[in-house]
């Protein structure tokens, strides 16, 4: 079995427990550039998140996957900590976020403003090689001058056509990833509308010489429902989902029928494609930074001690989770 980068260095693939895929530990939706990351928050982090995080081991989970990119990640010795404090295995995205549209406003009054928000500035300013070069930079040699490595590659867009900048993106990541052999995981846009085409991204990053089978295609829980052809064909070309923002406290007929998709795709012979996460996050989305404005406490837990007893009473078997969780997951992290 292979090694998979975590913020503390290699782990061998056979100890990271069931993984939660997709989840946040700081997002600074309104950073700049990275920075130092102030102590407030990194207490916030000590306090809230440290005891979170040693309560995975309850359940199984030893691993958790940050699919943060630049430049809302904290410093990199704040993972390195909450790693060790935690006895976790933390791997660190580097990567970039879509650009927001028109339509989306800054929520937060005072947060600055400069050009193609949420979009690291250097996507503008650098070509495409120098970006790919930057990511393969944080994945071998460590991220801003330290010794902590990211372990996945994350890229994200909104629309079903891409903004040029998403799409230099995006080909600076599939240059990236077929240099490091890592896996790319993806912001599928699930809330604007109209829904984004998760084949749109499969498609810009076949072309660019991604093997779909090291793609992780993400957010898609409205997707399935809304384009279930759209996202068997993802499927069908070997990409790999991840069932996100997972949640008990409404919308019960939503969920029911996300857990009903998942089982057909299980009855499908699809099960080995499938990965979850919550996308919990410590964030300053909504005001000052603090814990998530879009999921419920407790942070990160909430995916054990809530989510999966109710999807195992709505006919979830244990085999299905622990395919989800431990067996592929496994599969997606190590470099291929
Ligand atoms: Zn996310």
């Known amino acids: 079995m292979g090694k998979v980068m975590t913020v503390l260095g290699p782990a061998p693939a056979d100890a990271l427990g069931a993984v939660t895929m997709h989840e946040h530990l700081h997002l600074d939706q309104y950073a700049e550039t990275e920075g130092a990351t102030p102590p407030d928050r990194v207490a916030l982090l000590r306090d809230v998140a440290i005891p979170a995080l040693r309560r995975l081991h309850e359940h199984g989970c030893h691993t958790l996957v940050d699919a943060t990119p630049m430049p809302m990640r904290a410093e990199p010795w704040v993972y390195a900590m909450l790693a060790r404090e935690a006895k976790l295995h933390i791997v660190l995205a580097t990567g970039f976020y879509r650009e927001a549209w028109e339509r989306e406003s ?186 998530c404005s879009w999921m419920p406490l407790p942070p990160y837990v909430y995916l054990f001690e809530n989510v999966l007893p109710k999807w195992r009473g709505w006919g979830l078997t244990e085999a299905e989770i622990t395919q989800m969780l431990e067996r592929n997951p496994v599969r997606l992290l190590p470099r291929g």
């Not at 993106?169 to 998760?198: D, K, N, S």
């Not at 991204?201 to 809304?226: F, I, K, M, N, W």
């Not at 990409?239 to 057909?264: H, K, M, P, Q």
């Open 106 to 291: 800054w929520e937060y009054e005072g947060c600055p403003s400069y050009p193609h928000r949420w979009m690291d500035r250097r996507v503008a300013e650098w070509d495409v090689e120098a970006l790919a070069d930057l990511l393969v930079q944080e994945c071998e040699q460590g991220i801003r001058e330290s010794d902590v490595r990211a372990g996945i590659i994350k890229l994200a867009s909104t629309r079903a056509a891409f903004t040029p900048l998403e799409e230099k993106a995006f080909r600076a990541g599939a240059m990236a990833q077929r240099r490091t052999g890592l896996c790319i995981t993806t912001h599928v846009e699930p809330a604007m509308e109209p829904l984004a085409f998760p084949l749109a991204q499969l498609d810009l990053l076949e072309s660019a010489g991604t093997d779909p089978s090291r793609v992780l295609l993400a957010h898609v829980q409205p997707h399935l429902l809304r384009m279930p052809g759209e996202v068997r064909q993802c499927l069908d070309r070997g990409a790999s989902l991840c069932i996100t923002n997972l949640r008990t406290d409404g919308n019960e007929s939503f969920w029911r029928a996300v857990v009903d998709g998942i089982r057909r795709f299980f009855d499908d012979g699809f099960g080995d494609r499938l990965t979850l996460g919550l996308d919990w996050a410590f964030d300053n989305v909504a005001g000052p930074f603090a814990v």
